[in-house]
């Protein structure tokens, strides 16, 4: 009996090989324009791969962008008419059982899950990844290229496993066993891009992977925001979040205040109210390789030198982004009674995440990377707006950051206390 139930297994996995064979076939034509793009994550967060989507489909390409839809991408990608997003279902909610266990479930969940979304798709020349997550994308994508004809291209943003190691530590199992899953399964891509040379050489090195340095480039839509769009977005703003809204009255009836800026609504002149606050910009995932206990310090050293006298303006200081630190960090906040200073954490709108930057006197960046080997890409957003950057320093910071040449660069909450004297008008 049980040699008949092997045998009716085998002739059953042999015709499903052959039906894909042969639907393979039948559609290969079709896949030469064709580009698979997958994020194990939020679509609307990962910029990177946005712009990737919006370059192939510039070059005619029709694209398939696979993802989480848990935040809206840019409207650029959302009205390209080649350009399709595919909404990826995420388990959430597993309570029952170790975390071990739960991990597991999810883990085979998203593979299965993923297979079936890239089986019932065109076929594709492409499929491009975004790692991390690679877990269990990486082998997903590399089964559907061997049975559709794809080549798979892995984007390395950082290593999954030394995120996971932030959380479980370097030498518990799960982050070892992700450590040679992503060996392994990305020795066999066809094609690597990188965010640095040090990752670059790294993959080379110790993972025997030839890949390709891709340094981030801002788009278009990051760049200095014009006074009267400024003064747009802290109207809007200031519906929701207080250090936005004025502190005094109009200076005449036909006159519209924000915090930052003034606009005469009859001759729609913007003007910047005299002796406003500074405006700090810091965004992130809030997650464990930014540390924005480094942050919250230096606030108190500015607070204590504007108390003792020191000739300092008032400051607002957004933070943006969401993670799973966020909460954390916002009880902590809340412990704070600052006088001079203002924070609020707004979850903006991809429209107007650039409009902030482009608006804002100063940028902090806090990102350390868990493997030292990637960069941030706020700060080449921040860049683009041509904002004034302060960023902490790891590994390989200098391939985007120059200090006291495009930024400056700091160790710890002193320093960049130090910084925010001086960058804030």
């Known amino acids: 009996m049980a ?41 609307g967060r990962s910029p990177r791969m946005q712009y990737h989507a919006l370059s192939l489909a ?31 279902m995420e388990l959430q909610g597993l309570t029952v059982g170790p975390p071990v266990l739960r991990y597991g479930v999810k883990v085979v969940f998203q593979a299965v899950y993923l297979l079936w979304k890239l089986l019932w798709r065109e076929p594709a020349a492409y499929i491009f990844l975004q790692n991390p997550p690679g877990l269990p994308s990486i082998a997903v994508c590399w089964f559907v290229g061997c049975l ?87 109207m809007k703003l200031g519906r929701t979040y207080s250090p936005f809204r004025a502190c005094s009255e109009p200076s005449g009836p036909a006159m519209e205040r924000s915090a930052f800026t003034e606009r005469d609504t009859r001759s729609g002149e913007v003007t910047r109210l005299c002796g406003r606050p500074a405006l700090l910009v810091s965004s992130t995932s809030w997650t464990e390789d930014e540390d924005f206990s480094i942050l919250l310090a230096a606030l108190e050293k500015f607070e204590q030198q504007a108390f003792d006298g020191d000739s300092l303006p008032s400051l607002v200081c ?19 009674h ?34 030292g080997l990637d960069l941030p890409m706020k700060v080449v957003d921040m860049f ?13 910071l200098h391939e985007l950051v120059k200090h006291g040449e495009n930024g400056l660069v700091f ?14 008008p």
């Open 3 to 43: 040699a008949s139930s092997v045998a009716l297994l085998a002739l059953c996995l042999l015709l499903l090989l052959l039906l894909l064979s042969g639907w393979k076939h039948r559609r290969r034509g079709r896949a030469a324009q064709h580009v698979v793009i997958v994020v194990l994550g939020d679509v």
């Open 58 to 88: 510039r070059r005619g390409f029709a694209v398939s962008f696979l993802g989480f839809c848990n935040s809206k991408p840019h409207d650029e990608l959302l009205q390209n008419d080649r350009i399709q997003i595919v909404k990826l």
């Open 148 to 234: 559709c004809g794809s080549k798979l291209v892995i984007d390395w943003h950082n290593y999954g496993y030394s995120i996971m190691g932030l959380v479980h530590g370097p030498k518990h199992p799960l982050v070892l066993l992700a450590k040679w899953y992503e060996r392994f399964f990305g020795r066999l891509s066809h094609l690597n891009l990188c965010v640095t040379k040090a990752m670059r050489e790294d993959l080379a090195e110790n993972w025997h992977i030839k890949a390709v340095t891709v340094y981030d480039k801002p788009a278009s839509f990051f760049k200095e925001t014009p006074l009267d769009l400024q003064h747009e977005l802290f």
């Open 318 to 336: 957004v933070i943006t982004g969401k993670g799973p630190l966020k909460e954390h960090y916002s009880r902590l906040l809340d412990q704070k």
């Open 338 to 371: 600052f006088q001079h200073i203002q924070v609020c954490t707004p979850w903006l709108e991809a429209e107007d995440y650039p409009l902030l930057l482009g608006s804002a006197d100063l940028g902090v960046c806090l990102h350390t990377s868990s493997s």
């Open 384 to 396: 683009g707006c041509c904002l004034p950057v302060c960023a902490v320093n790891f590994k390989c």
């Open 411 to 424: 160790e710890d909450a002193e320093a960049l206390a130090a910084q925010l004297q001086v960058g804030v």
